[in-house]
């Protein structure tokens, strides 16, 4: 959680811990990031595009296709989660396993975090 709430790229030997970390990244990677085609704001350095009231860090990956993955991190943190969105969206899914999540309005999503885990939220107009 800490690693990708302030965008630090991290060596670990394979195994544990690490296995969620390379899938993590290799998906990310296959997003676009670490090219021109995905700006990055850590959770020290927010875009507005995203806003909750729960203690949690969140990470942005804006790509240039419109589409924008969100990092949820909880430092200690469990329970229910509420993203409001700047910005309206057709989609919203859960970036680890591509199942859509469903949202009311178009403009926020809710989940469950538990305590000291993270999740990856993606939104496509």
Do not use: W
């Not at 690490?18 to 927010?46: E, H, I, M, S, W």
Request: contains cysteine.
């Amino acid at each position: 959680a800490t690693v990708l709430a302030y965008d630090i790229n991290s060596v670990m030997n394979a195994g544990g811990l690490a296995n969620v970390y390379f899938v993590t990244q290799r998906k990310l990677r296959n997003y676009g990031y670490g090219t021109d085609k995905v700006k990055v704001y850590p959770c020290y350095a927010p875009s507005g595009a995203v806003k909750t009231s729960a203690d949690v860090r969140i990470s942005e990956y804006h790509n240039v296709d419109g589409s924008k993955v969100f990092c949820i991190s909880s430092f200690g943190y469990a329970g229910d989660v509420k993203l409001e969105f700047a910005d309206k969206f057709s989609k919203v899914e859960d970036f680890e396993n591509g199942k859509s999540m469903s949202s009311a309005d178009g403009k926020s999503v809710s989940f469950k975090l538990k305590k000291h885990d993270f999740k990856l939220i993606k939104i496509s107009k």
